[in-house]
């Protein structure tokens, strides 16, 4: 998986899911409550009819003349009259209470009840209460069912469609990484050639012209032999063979700082470094020259002419500052983007950062990147 | 103590039956429908509070208003003359009179 890609399919994941979980929700939420809506108007229906049959049946009791009248009772349900004052006259029902009763319609531990006004008042009845036993509504369970099982083909999709969106990018990324490799796989040879050519010519045979150019040539063809030892250490994925071995860092400073030193004279610039005591440190010495070099090539390469950049190792931390163009906030929070480049006047491919990254992070490093726009730079890693 | 409550129970409701004799049907024959009065006065005023109350301001100064008897009963029969009992005996009456014929005790 390349870098950033599994942000990307976060980031996709998670908006078209949270969109179409918001769309699954809003649906289910006003289905179920249409459904509870349905379900109440029937529910309501019923004891509306309930109370027209009690109604008409104390009418009925009512014309009698009789010493006692017998309450109507009905097995579908169950009912209490109440005066004007909300008195009990009579219940058929021991939970049926008028203080428990805020709506007309209302549903309590599985019972439904109406509460009617009545007129005239027979039997003084200004209110009828009628409680029945309600129907359950079960959707809730299947509905909470069928959205999870719609969550999980919205999942299954989703993953499928981000595959086929990030399939272009994936395979440019791949074309780009291959043209590299061809790339770097054909610089190798010449590169090689040039430098250990460079090396064994007789310096005392050239005239005082001469030797410049040759310095220029060499200069550059360091210069491309650092871009293709980042090239090597990026194509091969990080997975080069770590032979971890006790670093002596003060040499090794001193032999990358002599080495730039041709780089940095042709912009005058000069390096003041302040490694007096031996520093070990144990990793890899191409990773440990890799993040020293890279290092040292952005410090070049982002100074102002006749400048310098001082270098200073300490027990625990190793900065180096520039004094050149420097960075913005944001530029600083996006340094480490593999191909991203902030002055495309330079050269390079805005891999550097991304090694260092890799290899800070691997050796358990901290970097700690301080940069002010026109004043420049300093990084410090520590351990 | 069982025996003389149960004495002083009986005693009291044979001096009040009495007492509705003597005040009521004194105008009222016997055979006065004072069930069906009850009957009205609950399908218009519904509740024990109301009845009374209704009653009594009925009692105290009978008007066409009031009345809870047809028109055309109360255009031959006239309107019913004011109570000559006081405020306490006529609420008193008017108690009884309810116990005796309140529908509510009625259902079962």
């Known amino acids: 998986m390349y870098r950033g890609e599994k942000k990307s399919i976060f980031y996709?994941?998670?908006?078209?899911?949270?969109?179409?979980?918001?769309?699954?929700?809003?649906?289910?939420?006003?289905?179920?409550?249409?459904?509870?809506d349905l379900f109440e108007h029937g529910e309501k229906d019923l004891l509306k009819k309930h109370?027209?049959?009690?109604?008409?049946?104390?009418?009925?009791?009512?014309?009698?003349?009789?010493?006692?009248?017998k309450y109507p009772r009905f097995?579908?349900?169950e009912s209490a009259i109440y005066d004007i004052d909300k008195n009990l006259i009579f219940s058929s029902s021991k939970d049926i209470?008028?203080?428990?009763?805020?709506?007309?319609?209302?549903t309590k531990e599985s019972n439904s009840y109406l509460l009617s006004p009545l007129t005239p008042y027979y039997?003084?009845?200004?209110?009828?209460?009628?409680?029945?036993?309600?129907?359950?509504?079960?959707?809730?369970?299947?509905?909470?069912?069928?959205?999870?099982?719609?969550?999980?083909?919205?999942?299954?999709?989703?993953?499928?469609?981000?595959?086929?969106?990030?399939?272009?990018?994936?395979?440019?990324?791949?074309?780009?990484?291959?043209?590299?490799?061809?790339?770097?796989?054909?610089?190798?040879?010449?590169?090689?050639?040039?430098?250990?050519?460079?090396?064994?010519?007789?310096?005392?045979?050239?005239?005082?012209?001469?030797?410049?150019?040759?310095?220029?040539?060499?200069?550059?063809?360091?210069?491309?032999?650092?871009?293709?030892?980042?090239?090597?250490y990026l194509l091969l994925n990080h997975k080069t063979s770590t032979q971890n071995v006790v670093l002596n860092l003060r040499e090794m400073l001193h032999q990358r700082v002599e080495y730039f030193t041709n780089m940095a004279t042709v912009k005058n610039i000069s390096f003041i470094l302040d490694a007096k005591e031996d520093i070990?440190?144990?990793?890899?010495?191409?990773?440990?020259?890799?993040?020293?070099?890279?290092?040292?090539?952005?410090?070049?390469?982002?100074?102002?002419?006749?400048?310098?950049?001082?270098?200073?190792?300490?027990?625990?931390?190793?900065?180096?500052?520039?004094?050149?163009?420097?960075?913005?906030?944001?530029e600083v929070k996006k340094i480490f983007t593999r191909y991203l480049r902030f002055d495309k006047s330079q050269g390079g491919f805005g891999m550097g950062y991304?090694?260092?990254?890799?290899?800070?992070?691997?050796?358990?490093?901290?970097?700690?990147?301080?940069?002010?726009?026109?004043?420049?730079?300093?990084?410090?890693?520590?351990? | 103590m069982v025996k003389f409550l149960s004495f002083f129970l009986l005693l009291s409701i044979s001096l009040d039956a009495s007492e509705f004799d003597k005040n009521c049907f004194d105008c009222h024959s016997k055979d006065f429908k004072f069930h069906i009065i009850m009957n009205k006065y609950t399908l218009k005023f519904s509740s024990e509070k109301r009845i009374k109350e209704a009653m009594f301001d009925y009692l105290k100064s009978p008007s066409l208003d009031k009345?809870?008897?047809?028109?055309?009963?109360?255009?031959?029969?006239?309107?019913?003359?004011?109570?000559?009992?006081?405020?306490k005996t006529l609420r008193e009456m008017i108690d009884i009179y309810y116990e005796k014929f309140n529908l509510k005790s009625k259902l079962y």
């Open chain 1, 97 to 106: 209470d008028i203080a428990n009763v805020k709506d007309n319609f209302f």
């Open chain 1, 123 to 232: 039997f003084g009845a200004a209110f009828i209460i009628i409680e029945k036993k309600s129907k359950n509504l079960y959707i809730l369970d299947n509905l909470i069912f069928i959205a999870l099982i719609t969550i999980v083909i919205t999942l299954v999709t989703s993953i499928f469609l981000v595959n086929l969106v990030l399939k272009p990018i994936r395979d440019n990324i791949k074309l780009l990484d291959n043209f590299i490799k061809d790339t770097t796989h054909e610089l190798n040879t010449p590169i090689t050639a040039i430098l250990a050519n460079i090396e064994t010519i007789d310096s005392s045979s050239c005239d005082e012209k001469a030797l410049r150019k040759l310095q220029r040539i060499k200069i550059a063809s360091q210069s491309i032999s650092n871009i293709y030892e980042d090239l090597v």
């Open chain 1, 12 to 36: 996709v994941l998670g908006l078209y899911l949270s969109s179409t979980l918001l769309l699954i929700t809003t649906i289910f939420v006003s289905y179920y409550y249409y459904e509870r």
């Open chain 1, 51 to 69: 109370t027209f049959l009690l109604t008409q049946q104390l009418s009925a009791l009512n014309e009698n003349s009789s010493e006692r009248y």
């Open chain 1, 354 to 383: 991304s090694i260092i990254e890799s290899i800070v992070d691997e050796y358990k490093m901290k970097i700690d990147i301080v940069s002010k726009e026109t004043q420049g730079t300093k990084v410090t890693l520590s351990w």
């Open chain 2, 67 to 87: 009345s809870i008897l047809p028109l055309e009963y109360i255009q031959k029969f006239g309107l019913k003359e004011k109570s000559p009992l006081d405020d």
């Open chain 1, 75 to 77: 097995d579908e349900f």
């Open chain 1, 280 to 330: 070990h440190f144990k990793a890899d010495k191409k990773k440990m020259q890799r993040l020293i070099d890279n290092l040292l090539s952005n410090a070049i390469k982002y100074s102002y002419k006749s400048t310098n950049i001082r270098v200073v190792l300490n027990e625990t931390s190793l900065s180096i500052e520039d004094k050149g163009k420097g960075m913005s906030e944001q």
